[in-house]
């Protein structure tokens, strides 16, 4: 601490980049500040440092096993993520002057690299932006920032009560939680089941744009009793709720009775929730996809033979690549991908999907005698009879649907019942209007895919890295995300944007799973911080699914892929 005071009183007033004195290591008795990364002025992206406690004072319980240490830490980010925003003013200069920040954690808990609790100690990685006049070194507020708030950050957000400020029952509360959602989401395979919902959560959500709990006038959920099911969980005990049973099941209701909000909280079920959120026990297998329609991406190489069958001028399905693809086919090349990479349940929504895709009705099938597009009602029965992939589709509109449903829930106003009874008698009063379809259905073609195809030169460097949630740039390349609704944050698309550039480095043909699976198991096996590119502070990521990693290289505009042989 004597140090970095020194140093500070030193280059006072100096241009900018004699902030670099203060790379390295500083003692402050409690804990321990590296200086890893000095930014390049001002308007830069903020320096990166760690702090690191003398020691771990917390209960060895929190972080017991993989499951109690990642939702501990997660705990901890939050922990100082909320001290910051007490105890740092900010605003200290030009550009970032002042500013501290933590990696901004979403609803859900993840491996992230922000925190890291072994049994010696506890590590927070932050960023600070260096306080300037100008262009010039402020050392008064970066005293203020460095020797004041920042040691006040750690022993508020980093220190257990009475001598900090991390309430005990609190990270208790914050740790059991999760532990209990990961333990019922093992559950699910051995009862049949690929998705919870448990009585008394709260679905629907603050708005379109926030992922936050609607605190005012949201029904609890309540599991209709054919569908009740009991659980016993480690923390909690038992719970009851509406478990869906593999097959496919129709969820139907009117516009704005919560269909979509429904499908919507089992696909943020593949993660796990933390205390508070109102989805802390609706969980779905982890390798649930949402799949819909996306107009305009790009395809490489991908076998949707299963659902479109030859083109016109013989063109075959079983390679099938445009710079453009329309609903149906970027539909299918969706379910294709997540099929190839490994998905055990499907969630789709008629209102994101693709009508020519979804429903071919009688008339049509007469006038039209030569349609390549197998309809998805034909296939969600196979998927399930030959693959052992269930289907949850949301229909409003579309009746046809209950011929294939094996169970029927109806939402009216938020409240589900079973409706598979019923739907058996208007099946038998109004019969289908085309014939269905019964067929097998084989996994598509696994595919390689090239890593020269992937540019990373930006000028005379080289560039992957992720812009927000929902863009990843490679070289001069920019790849769309928006599509992928299971994306929960900035850190994943980072991790995403790493794993790319250091396959596309090496010049490798790889199969798209392959890749995601050796990728990931690495990432669990070394940590995250293994996809940092220098020492120390990793930069901000958290661990991403194989579902998304693999979604995010197939979007790849210039992709070069093709059957394995």
């Given amino acids: 601490m004597k140090r970095l005071r020194s140093t500070l009183d030193r280059i006072d007033s100096k241009g900018y980049g004699a902030y670099k004195d203060l790379s390295g290591s500083h003692d402050f008795g409690s804990f321990t500040l590296f200086v890893d990364r000095v930014q390049r002025d001002p308007f830069a992206p903020p320096s990166l440092i760690r702090v690191r406690t003398r020691e771990n004072a917390f209960d060895r319980d929190l972080f017991a096993n993989q499951v109690r240490r990642v939702a501990f830490e997660d705990f901890l980010t939050r922990s100082v993520e909320r001290e910051i925003r007490r105890v740092v003013r900010g605003n200290r200069g030009s550009g970032g002057s002042g500013r501290v920040e933590i990696q901004r954690a979403s609803q859900v808990v993840l491996p992230r690299t922000s925190m890291v609790v072994e049994s010696g100690y506890v590590e927070a990685r932050m960023a600070v932006g260096l306080p300037a006049r100008g262009r010039s070194v402020d050392a008064r507020a970066a005293r203020t920032v460095l020797l004041e708030e920042l040691p006040e950050v750690v022993r508020k957000g980093l220190v257990p009560a009475p001598e900090g400020s991390v309430d005990a029952e609190s990270s208790r509360l914050h740790v059991e939680t999760v532990e209990d959602a990961d333990h019922l989401r093992g559950l699910l395979p051995g009862l049949d089941l690929v998705a919870f919902v448990a009585d008394g959560a709260v679905l629907p959500r603050e708005s379109g744009a926030s992922d936050r709990l609607l605190e005012e006038g949201a029904v609890p959920f309540q599991s209709p009793q054919e569908y009740r099911v009991e659980v016993e969980l480690p923390n909690r005990g ?108 499907l969630l789709v929504d008629e209102d994101t999907s693709a009508t020519n895709f979804m429903i071919r009705d009688e008339r049509m099938r007469e006038l039209v005698r030569r349609e390549p597009i197998s309809p998805f009602i034909d296939l969600v029965r196979p998927l399930h009879r030959s693959l052992g992939v269930s289907t949850v589709v949301v229909v409003g509109g579309v009746g046809d649907y209950l011929d294939v449903a094996d169970r029927v829930i109806l939402l009216e106003d938020y409240a589900p019942s079973d409706a598979t009874a019923r739907s058996r008698e208007v099946t038998r009063r109004f019969p289908p209007r085309a014939a269905l379809t019964d067929r097998d259905v084989r996994l598509p073609q696994e595919r390689t895919i090239r890593a020269s195809s992937v540019d990373l ?68 096996e070394k940590g995250l911080d293994s996809l940092g590119g220098f020492r120390g502070h990793p930069g901000e990521m958290s661990l991403p699914r194989a579902q998304d990693l693999a979604a995010a290289i197939n979007r790849i505009r210039p992709l070069r892929s093709g059957p394995r042989m």
Avoid: C
């Avoid at 796990?272 to 109102?278: A, L, R, S």
């Avoid at 030859?310 to 099929?339: K, W």
């Avoid at 609704?485 to 850190?491: F, I, K, P, R, Y």
């Fill in 238 to 345: 038992v719970v009851s709720g509406m478990g869906v049973p593999e097959g496919v099941t129709l969820v139907a209701g009117g516009g704005f009775h919560g269909k979509s909000t429904l499908l919507s909280a089992l696909s943020w079920g593949v993660y796990d929730h933390v205390p508070g959120d109102g989805r802390e026990l609706v969980v779905a297998r982890g390798d649930a996809v949402k799949v819909r329609a996306e107009d305009g991406r790009s395809v490489s190489g991908v076998d949707i033979s299963a659902m479109i069958g030859d083109l016109p001028g013989g063109r075959t399905t079983e390679d099938f690549s445009t710079p453009n693809a329309s609903g149906s086919t970027s539909q299918a090349a969706n379910i294709a991908e997540a099929l190839e990479v490994g998905t055990s349940l």
């Fill in 457 to 524: 030169r930006r000028g005379k460097r080289q560039s992957a890295r992720g812009r927000g949630l929902h863009t990843i740039e490679l070289g001069r390349e920019r790849v769309d995300l928006s599509y992928l609704e299971q994306l929960a944050e900035a850190g994943q698309t980072e991790a995403v944007a790493r794993v790319i550039g250091e396959w596309a480095a090496t010049g490798e043909v790889r199969g798209v799973g392959e890749l995601v699976r050796e990728a990931l198991a690495s990432a669990s």
